[in-house]
C-alpha cells in the first residue's frame, strides 16, 4: 500500500530555514510526480511545489518561489522541501502528496511553526 512519512518540521524563527522529507513506499516512486501541499488554521489546504518525474521539472506556489526548493531522490524513494527564509504566514502543517492509479494519497504532516 502507498504509504508517505513526512519527518522534518519545527519550530523556528523568522528568517531561519527547514527542510522537510517525505520517505514513500508502495508504488513506483520515480514514475510519479510528487508534491507538498500545506493546511494553516481555519485555511484549505494549498498546494507549495510539485516535482515531476525524471527531468524533475518544478513548480512553486507564488508565495514561496525563490525561497523554497523541492528536489527528489529516486534512488532512495524520498522527496524532500528546503524551506528559507521562513515567515510567520509559512506557519501550517505541511503533507507530502501522490496521485497514484487515480487516487491521491496524503502523508500524515508535519508542523512547521514561525515565531516572530
Known amino acids: 500500500q502507498v504509504q508517505l512519512v513526512e519527518s522534518g518540521g519545527g519550530l523556528v524563527h523568522t528568517g531561519g530555514s527547514l527542510r522537510l522529507s517525505c520517505a514513500a513506499s508502495g508504488f513506483t516512486f520515480s514514475t510519479e510526480t510528487m508534491y507538498w501541499y500545506r493546511q494553516a488554521p481555519g485555511k484549505e489546504r494549498e498546494l507549495v511545489a510539485s516535482?515531476?518525474?525524471?527531468?524533475?521539472?518544478?513548480n512553486y506556489a507564488d508565495s514561496v518561489k525563490g525561497r523554497f526548493t523541492i528536489t527528489r531522490d529516486n534512488a532512495e524513494n524520498t522527496v524532500s522541501l528546503q524551506m528559507n527564509s521562513l515567515k510567520p504566514e509559512d506557519m501550517a502543517v505541511y503533507y507530502c502528496?501522490?496521485?497514484?492509479?487515480?487516487?491521491?494519497?496524503w502523508g500524515q504532516g508535519t508542523q512547521v511553526t514561525v515565531s516572530s
Open positions: 502528496s501522490v496521485v497514484y492509479r487515480a487516487r491521491r494519497y
Open positions: 516535482i515531476s518525474t525524471s527531468r524533475g521539472s518544478r
